[in-house]
């Protein structure tokens, strides 16, 4: 497994690019990242529910949601299904605000490509775009995205579930 970022050549700070080499097929990585994401997603800290995050959950089709579920039964949305093409490409709405919490006038962007990479390995590739609608707060939340809470880290956490899916 390995990540990598972009250069500073394609640098945009309105976006954050990841990129993970998965030791997977891609039908295989697909579905680990869209039907199996409770499994990888740091839900014990990366939620905005007020219960005990136990499942996050993309629902497969255009206009789906995009949530994570509580202990209690509660949802809480992130976002939603802009595109579904299985098993090449996912286009979410990532509606969580500069304060953690949904907002479904946000409407920045997560774009995930899942390009083949041989017989067993699949190069997924992460763009969170439109950052420029956290308005002052852009550079903030590049940051966070880019390095602190960093899909670098996630897409870590998710190649190791495929792996052994």
Known sequence: METEGIGVAGFDPNSVRKVVSVQAPQAIAWRVFTEKMGAWWPLAYYKIGKANAVDA??????GGR???????????QWGSVLAWEPHSRLVLSWDINADWQYDPTLNTEIEVRFNVDGADRTRVELEHRHLDRYGARRDEMRRIYDTEGDWGKILEMFARVAIDA
């Open 66 to 76: 995009w949530y994570e579920r509580g202990d209690d039964g509660s949802m809480c």
């Open 57 to 62: 959950v993309i629902e497969p089709h255009v």
